[in-house]
């Protein structure tokens, strides 16, 4: 096996998650997520930031776009986490997330008599028609199980496996994609024209590769973590990619997974970079395995473990240096950036570009930026 230091591992990554797209209109977005598959997004702005930051200069119309027209669509689905992707990818995780699912219906329901699939089919039929609120889909599949004989404990964890179900769409209460919680449903083939739902191993072998792809090289674990799945499941899935894939031998001797044939027009040196809450080059990986782009202690200021949140940050240099936060500042809107520990102060200066791209994809007014030393 080829051996890869912790350079050319980040390097390499970089070029796959930072690919070159040349247009900057609606096929240029649906290339890059159509390239780096699922984008976790339970804040509403990560997608939008995602594609200012690989994609420069594209607009808040053209990303909203994309959304209000069903071409890029938003689901609960892997780890019980909001993603966006295309519609191929949205079928995928689909397939993989409702079988997984089955057990986890039966048993916090207590559902008895009631097979899992029933209550799966009842989400949809009661959304086939009509977008429906959480508090409709919550109380209707309550009532419904309830003439059904089951007595599950109702609480924000049932509801959220009613509304949360991964057939389903989300869209907030008005246009305001990059703001508004996506607090209502509808199932998403009644909606959209997509491919036939695959089979679930099938399926789960494009998410690998599709991931190995645009985050590799990496391990197993990063696999069955992203996908939420257990390590059996992803060998099946490497074994039916068996021709496809490589072994190499990492910077602490771990064995890494890399496609046998990667792109390699990405751009590994991008420069700096203003990237969303969750971005990819943290939550594509295991926890053990975040540090790739930043140190243990500077991943602390990052990741915020006891919640599960993460904090928007900056790369530069080909590493994450440092945090940011929009702040509204009387008549306007500021970039306040906070270096991470370890980090040299960057000049005002450095952010120009990314300013631009950043207020063009948000439509804000980003007037300056503040830029803070280590706290």
């Not at 899992?116 to 028609?129: F, H, I, M």
């Not at 102060?345 to 120009?352: H, N, P, R, S, T």
Request: hydrophobic letters at 40%.
């Amino acid at each position: 096996m080829s051996r890869i230091s912790a350079e050319e591992l980040r390097r390499t990554t970089l070029a796959r998650q930072f690919p070159r797209i040349e247009t900057r209109d609606a096929d240029g977005v649906l290339a890059l997520f159509e390239h780096l598959g699922p984008i976790q997004s339970q804040v509403p702005r990560a997608p939008f930031i995602t594609v200012s930051a690989r994609l420069p200069g594209i607009s808040y119309q053209t990303v909203r776009d994309l959304f209000a027209d069903h071409r890029l669509l938003k689901t609960t689905s892997i780890r019980g986490t909001v993603h966006t992707s295309v519609r191929a990818d949205f079928v995928r995780l689909d397939a993989v997330c409702r079988k997984a699912r089955l057990p986890l219906l039966r048993r916090a329901l207590k559902l008895g008599s009631v097979e899992p699939a029933a209550v799966v089919a009842e989400v949809e039929c009661y959304t086939r028609d009509d977008w429906r609120s959480r508090d409709e889909i919550v109380a209707h599949l309550t009532r419904w199980l309830a003439e059904r004989g089951s007595r599950f404990d109702a609480n924000t964890f049932t509801g959220n496996l009613f509304w949360g179900h991964s057939g389903l769409i989300r869209r907030p209460k008005d246009t305001h994609w990059e703001k508004r919680t996506d607090i209502f449903h509808r199932t998403a083939a009644e909606v959209v024209r997509l491919p036939p739902l695959p089979d679930p191993t099938d399926a789960l072998a494009d998410l690998v590769r599709v991931h190995l792809r645009s985050y590799g090289p990496l391990g197993r674990a990063d696999l069955a973590f992203f996908f939420g799945v257990g390590l059996g499941q992803i060998d099946t899935a490497l074994t039916a990619l068996a021709d496809q894939v490589v072994q190499l031998i990492g910077p602490d001797s771990e064995t890494l997974l890399d496609l046998a044939e990667p792109a390699t027009d990405g751009d590994p040196e991008p420069g700096l970079r203003l990237l969303p809450e969750y971005d990819g080059l943290l939550v594509g990986y295991a926890g053990p395995n975040r540090t790739r782009f930043c140190s243990a202690d500077q991943l602390a200021r990052v990741w915020a473990k006891v919640n599960g949140v993460f904090s928007p940050v900056v790369l530069a240099d080909g590493r994450l240096v440092a945090t940011w936060k929009t702040v509204a500042d009387r008549t306007r809107t500021l970039l306040e950036v906070t270096m991470l520990p370890g980090e040299s102060v960057l000049g005002e200066d450095a952010f120009a570009d990314q300013l631009a791209a950043l207020g063009r994809v948000l439509a804000l007014d980003i007037g300056m930026v503040r830029v803070l030393p280590s706290r």
